[in-house]
């Protein structure tokens, strides 16, 4: 079992960067895969990205070429990168682990079954 808290979100302007950072205490990280989804108002939890326990990331769909992620399993802890942010990415970002796998990780809100309380991204002008 784990418990995961995120930071590092707050309010920029369009086009302003931040870092998110997910930390974990209770079983290592290095036996889940973990993931980072948001949820924008009035709307589902979708997925942002994953990685797997050797380090491999998979961005999904219109992020890939603004967000990265990584995680440090020696400190228990997975980051999101958040560049060239729009309006549309204002929205609670959470971080998830999946205790049933550590590779090949899945894109689904209901695989996941530890989640942070989240961290609140807003872009505005």
């Known amino acids: 079992q784990v418990q995961l808290v995120e930071s590092g979100g707050g309010s920029v302007q369009p086009g302003g960067s931040l870092r998110l950072s997910c930390a974990a205490s209770?079983?290592?990280?290095?036996?889940?895969?973990m993931a980072w989804f948001r949820q924008r108002p009035g709307m589902a939890r979708e997925r942002v990205a994953s990685?797997?326990?050797?380090?491999?990331?998979l961005i999904y769909d219109s992020m890939k070429a603004r967000f990265s992620a990584s995680r440090d399993n020696n400190k228990n802890t997975l980051h999101l990168q958040l560049n060239n942010l729009g309006f549309e990415d204002s929205a609670m970002y959470y971080c998830?682990?999946?205790?049933?796998?550590?590779?090949?990780?899945?894109?689904?809100?209901?695989?996941?079954?530890?989640w942070g309380p989240g961290t609140q991204v807003t872009v505005s002008s």
């Open positions: 990685v797997e326990t050797g380090g491999r990331a």
């Open positions: 998830a682990a999946d205790r049933g796998r550590a590779f090949g990780c899945k894109s689904t809100a209901s695989d996941y079954d530890y």
């Open positions: 209770g079983d290592p990280l290095s036996g889940y895969c």
